[in-house]
T-cell receptor, first 113, second 112 residues
């Protein structure tokens, strides 16, 4: 059974730091993987989607990578800002017929001025 | 472009009451879904729809009904509210079932 793990559950960094958020999964047979951001009291915003055939995706200061062989995806945030403070969740779809999203519990990020 | 709109934003119910959570999207997305989010358990899929007239169960469907009479709307009905249904409910849509999902801001539901 596919499991998605995000460690650490919480992270606090000073403004300006480059940081990496981790997402691990147990079965490498995935269809795609998405990173989301959730602000307190708000819904989720899709940040990046990586297809199984891709190694990385970039959007502005965000870069998401995918390594299926090691069961890992990382979200790199360059030059972090207080506005980046939020919970970041990863979710993946398995390959095959059942393509429902399988969610991690998220990493709560605080960027301190 | 409003995206995904959920109403109400907050609701308090008594055990046994019924209610409907509304979800509407204006992006002409075929795929819509309902999730609940609980501390320590992450997001869990309640029901989903791949198009008007087609719905299916997710992993936690008991106590909830859905219908999809139009592409735009996907209401979630609580038949007889129970305290275990206290949660934050999110509606999401996507153009394709495997594409990026767009979420509403959620409905925070408390059942006493």
């Amino acid at each position: 059974k596919q499991e998605v793990t995000q460690i650490p559950a919480a992270l606090s960094v000073p403004e300006g730091e480059n940081l990496v958020l981790n997402c691990s999964f147990t079965d490498s047979a995935i269809y795609n993987l998405q990173w989301f951001r959730q602000d307190p009291g708000k819904g989720l915003t899709s940040l990046l989607l990586i297809q199984s055939s891709q190694r990385e995706q970039t959007s502005g200061r965000l870069n998401a990578s995918l390594d299926k062989s090691s069961g890992r995806s990382t979200l790199y945030i360059a030059a972090s800002q207080p506005g980046d403070s939020a919970t970041y969740l990863c979710a993946l779809r398995n390959a095959g017929n059942n393509r429902k999203l399988i969610w991690g519990l998220g990493t709560s990020l605080a960027v301190n001025p | 472009n409003a995206g995904v709109t959920q109403t109400p934003k907050f609701q308090v119910l008594k055990t046994g009451q019924s209610m409907t959570l509304q979800c509407a999207q204006d992006m002409n997305h075929e795929y819509m879904s309902w999730y609940r989010q609980d501390p320590g358990m992450g997001l869990r899929l309640i029901h989903y729809s791949v198009g008007a007239g087609i719905t299916d169960q997710g992993e936690v469907p008991n106590g909830y009904n859905v219908s999809r009479s139009t592409t735009e709307d996907f209401p979630l009905r609580l038949l007889s509210a129970a305290p275990s249904q206290t949660s934050v409910y999110f509606c999401a849509s996507s153009l394709q079932g495997t594409g990026p999902q767009h979420f509403g801001d959620g409905t925070r539901l408390s059942i006493l």
